[in-house]
């Protein structure tokens, strides 16, 4: 697989869950997104602000609930080489 094709995977990806992230969090998942690299995770618990000690998972299922924390997970799940979003 090339860079081109990563790309459009990730691309795919975005796609799959942009509307999903947006009804949870209220902002745009391409904010906290890259083809290249996928979640942005550091930008991410900066924009949700975690508490000290405070883990950026445990923010979101609290502040979001069980659906924004799976919702997360997912994006955060590796992309696997024969994967695309259905």
Known sequence: MNLSDHAYRR????E???????RIFRRPL??????????D???FDAYIQPADGESCGAKV???YG?????LCQ???APLE????PE
């Open 74 to 76: 997912q994006l955060l």
């Open 41 to 43: 995770v550091i930008t």
């Open 16 to 22: 799959k869950y942009k509307d999903d992230f947006y």
């Open 66 to 70: 069980e659906a924004g924390l799976i």
């Open 61 to 63: 299922e609290r502040d």
């Open 30 to 39: 391409s904010k906290f997104w890259s083809n290249l690299t996928g979640f």
């Open 81 to 84: 080489i024969s994967e695309e």
């Open 11 to 14: 691309h795919l990806w975005h």
